[in-house]
């Protein structure tokens, strides 16, 4: 059988823009990756997969024929990967061109995109042969029928037990990350996994063989331990941070969270065992806000909690990164709430990161989001693009939006804060700070999520979490 290529697209348009800096940043689409090693190592399927990351389309396919494989020639298949709505563009025209040129059969897949709308998607992407809905684990092995495929179980059940980076090409660049959990089910409104059931966390001797593989693929490296929400099951985390001290290797790690989920007590033994930053997904602090979000029925008490967990993670020298959302209903009043509680908090917070709500394909809520005062600025973007940038009010529309999330970080943050948060997990391997400072030199600053200020006198790449910041 000939080599199955295994795309995950890039995208013309990105939701946070794109510069010098950005560039960098390397989203590793561990889902296809995952596919790309049941279909080696259980069907014994020569695969390689690609990620066209900020490639355009002609790029990629040059990519792939400088790899040595000659696509005419040594292709069965391609797989492709669509990772959000703002790839549709890119997949169009590699659809296009890999049917034309090079007359192959194209499989298409990403449930975050696909699901729910396969009749606008077979629209849009005319030359795609196979449009598969939800998890690929067990479609693609039946798609391939090799012997035992029946044994593959579904994603709806079962994460990864590995990732084969050696299947990527260009591995060394990409951070690596291990699978904990799929699905979250705690019923924000904004979030495409508010109702989806969640698996209970990987056992850990799995785990620790897939960081035993890490240190030989990669030698010297950092984890994101991915799950939509990492759930800190007590006795799983102890014994998870007993192992990881028991290993001769150490590294740093990072995950994503609520603030009322965090273990305040086994923050200490969660810094032994190398957790460094904690993504918390506070989404605002403005109290009405934080309710038209269904993000909790108490908000006072939820930000004496994330004010709890900043304390104790500065005392553990964890970093803390808030992920904020401009939602539905937002008023320059709530945006001032929220900036304020942030800025009170300011010395005690490494980053944040605030995006604007955008509506996509598959949610269901748009006419909660229209009873809160959204409104549609371009009645036709749907039906073209799969999302709409919403205007969240009569006082903020998605364009002033835009404005905010670029505005608000600029209070919290330094491009020292920003580069620490992103060369853990985010930044392609070897991205140095020395190459980020001559990448920022070429920047807009207006346009960047951070101020640029004096750096701090220790002028290493990973600043002490515990030092006030200097501005
Ligand atoms: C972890 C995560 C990330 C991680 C990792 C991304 C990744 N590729 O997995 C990071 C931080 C990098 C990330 C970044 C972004 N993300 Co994100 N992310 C998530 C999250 C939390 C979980 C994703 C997940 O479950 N992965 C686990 C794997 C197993 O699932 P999977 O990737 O879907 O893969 C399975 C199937 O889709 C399918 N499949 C995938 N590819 C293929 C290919 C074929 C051929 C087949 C047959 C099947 C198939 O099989 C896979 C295995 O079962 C979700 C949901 C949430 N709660 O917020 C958002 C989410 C997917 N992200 C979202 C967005 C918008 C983004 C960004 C565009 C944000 C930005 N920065 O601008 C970027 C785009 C990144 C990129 N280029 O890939 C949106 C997507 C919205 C949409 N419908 O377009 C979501 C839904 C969040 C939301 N708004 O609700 N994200
Ligand atoms: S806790 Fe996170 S993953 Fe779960 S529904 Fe809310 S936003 Fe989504």
């Known amino acids: 059988m000939k080599k199955v290529i295994a795309v995950s697209a890039g995208h013309l348009k990105t939701k946070k823009g794109s510069n010098p800096i950005r560039n960098h940043i390397r989203y590793l689409n561990y889902g296809l990756l995952g596919l790309a090693t049941i279909l080696r190592h259980h069907g014994n399927i020569d695969i390689t997969v690609f990620q066209a990351d900020n490639c355009t389309v002609n790029d990629i396919f040059g990519v792939i024929e400088q790899s040595g494989i000659n696509i005419h020639n040594d292709c069965e298949c391609f797989l492709l990967s669509i990772p959000s709505y703002y790839s549709i563009t890119w997949c169009i025209q590699f659809c296009k061109i890999a049917k034309q040129e090079y007359g192959k059969t194209i499989i298409v897949g990403g449930r975050w995109v696909v699901d729910n709308h396969v009749e606008w998607i077979r629209d849009k992407l005319k030359y795609a042969d196979i449009i598969i809905e939800g998890f690929g684990e067990r479609k693609l092995a039946a798609y391939f029928?090799?012997?035992?495929?029946?044994?593959?179980?579904?994603?709806?059940?079962?994460?990864?037990?590995?990732?084969?980076?050696?299947?990527?090409?260009d591995y060394e660049k990409y951070q690596p990350c291990i699978e904990i959990s799929r699905g979250c089910g705690a019923g924000c409104q904004f979030c495409a996994d508010k109702n989806t059931m969640r698996l209970s966390n990987k056992p850990i001797e799995i785990i620790i063989n897939e960081?035993?593989?890490?240190?030989?693929?990669?030698?010297?490296?950092?984890?994101?331990?991915?799950?939509?929400?990492?759930?800190?099951?007590?006795?799983?985390?102890?014994?998870?941070?007993?192992?990881?001290?028991?290993?001769?290797?150490?590294?740093?790690?990072?995950?994503?969270?609520?603030?009322?989920?965090?273990?305040?007590?086994?923050?200490?033994?969660?810094?032994?065992?190398?957790?460094?930053?904690?993504?918390?997904?506070?989404?605002?602090?403005?109290?009405?806000?934080?309710?038209?979000?269904?993000?909790?029925g108490n908000p006072e008490h939820y930000l004496e909690k994330a004010e709890e967990l900043l304390i104790a993670c500065r005392q553990n020298n964890i970093w803390v990164k808030f992920n904020l959302l401009l939602y539905a209903g937002e008023t320059h009043a709530t945006v001032d709430e929220t900036t304020l509680w942030l800025v009170n908090h300011r010395d005690l917070i490494k980053d944040i990161s605030v995006g604007s709500l955008v509506y996509y394909y598959n949610m269901d809520s748009l006419s909660d989001l229209l009873s809160l005062g959204a409104t549609i600025p371009d009645e036709g973007q749907i039906t073209n693009t799969g999302y709409i940038d919403l205007n969240l009010s009569p006082e903020i529309d998605s364009e002033e939006a835009k404005r905010i999330s670029v505005m608000m970080p600029k209070f919290i943050a330094t491009q020292k804060d920003f580069y620490d948060v992103k060369a853990i997990s985010y930044f392609e391997r070897g991205y140095s700070y020395s190459d980020y400072l001559k990448d920022l030199a070429r920047c807009d600053p207006s346009e960047l999520p951070f101020t640029i200020a004096k750096d701090p006198v220790d002028n290493d790449c990973v600043t002490d979490g515990n030092k006030k910041k200097t501005r």
Not at 145 to 169: A, M, N, Q
Not at 263 to 287: N, V
């Open 145 to 169: 029928s090799f012997p035992g495929w029946e044994l593959i179980p579904d994603g709806s059940k079962k994460c990864f037990d590995w990732l084969d980076y050696e299947l990527l090409y």
């Open 211 to 296: 960081l035993n593989n890490l240190d030989q693929v990669f030698g010297d490296y950092s984890v994101y331990f991915e799950a939509p929400h990492f759930i800190f099951e007590k006795q799983w985390i102890a014994q998870l941070c007993k192992s990881i001290l028991s290993r001769e290797t150490a590294f740093k790690w990072r995950c994503t969270s609520r603030v009322e989920t965090v273990p305040i007590k086994m923050l200490p033994l969660m810094k032994d065992a190398g957790l460094k930053i904690l993504d918390i997904g506070l989404e605002s602090a403005s109290k009405q806000q934080l309710l038209n979000m269904h993000k909790t």
